[in-house]
């Protein structure tokens, strides 16, 4: 168990919807990072918070959207859902203070109909 | 070409067996060097994380960096059934984000 938490384990909608997806990061963990996995791309980097602001951001689409709360859980917005955002949506958290090593959770499987 | 190229596999071996995994790259701003496991679509568990070239060793499992070559290596000893996996390199760059390889399949035979 890396102990960082993610909910929920499955979702399923229909296109053009929106969904939320949360991330609980490792205890003292102030970095946060959103990653997609699909069959044809493998795993891809989307954005990154650190403390609450923005640190980083990788092939995230204009319909995607992440923040970072004071309480440093993140949610990973996705909207107007295509079928091909189809995929598993992996948090990952870091500390500076711990090696700055990533510890991925369990994932979000989304499946868009 | 793609930042980081990793054999897809599969890659079957018998129990017991010495198994190498490689990755190329090709950006030399790369820093920090990771190997994962990844059970069937299960979240990444963090193997192996080293910065210099060199070799480090955990248990049964090595890696080992060649940054004048941009080539890494994971070598698992004694592999068992239970190493059967995708195994995932990844690079961090001067920003802390992840490129990943492809993945390679591992099976391990009985």
């Known amino acids: 168990d890396s102990g960082v938490t993610q909910t929920p384990k499955h979702l399923i909608t229909a296109t053009g919807q929106r969904v939320t997806l949360r991330c609980s990061p490792r205890?003292?963990?102030?970095?946060v990072y959103w990653y997609q996995q699909s069959l044809d791309q493998g795993l891809q980097f989307l954005i990154q918070?650190?403390?609450?602001?923005?640190?980083a951001k990788g092939n995230i689409l204009e319909r995607f959207s992440a923040q970072q709360f004071p309480d440093l859980h993140s949610e990973l917005n996705l909207s107007s859902l295509e079928l091909g955002d189809s995929a598993l949506y992996f948090c990952?958290?870091?500390?500076?203070?711990?090696?700055?090593?990533?510890?991925f959770g369990p994932g979000t499987r989304l499946t868009v109909l | 070409q793609k930042e980081v190229e990793q054999d897809p596999g599969p890659l079957s071996v018998p129990e017991g067996a010495i198994v190498s995994l490689n990755c190329t790259y090709s950006?030399?701003?790369?820093?920090?060097f990771m190997w994962y496991r990844q059970y069937s679509r299960k979240g990444p568990e963090l193997l192996m994380y080293?910065?210099?070239?060199g070799n480090k060793e955990d248990g049964r499992f090595t890696a080992q960096v060649d940054k004048s070559s941009k080539y890494i290596s994971l070598f698992i000893r004694d592999s068992q059934p239970s190493d059967s996996a995708t195994y995932l390199c990844?690079?961090?760059?001067?920003?802390?984000?992840?490129?990943f390889g492809s993945g390679t399949r591992l099976l391990v035979r009985p």
């Open positions: 990952a958290s870091s500390s500076r203070e711990r090696g700055n090593e990533q510890f």
């Open positions: 205890s003292g963990d102030l970095s």
């Open positions: 918070y650190y403390n609450g602001e923005e640190r």
């Open positions: 950006n030399s701003a790369f820093q920090y």
């Open positions: 080293t910065y210099s070239s």
């Open positions: 990844a690079m961090e760059t001067s920003s802390y984000k992840l490129i």
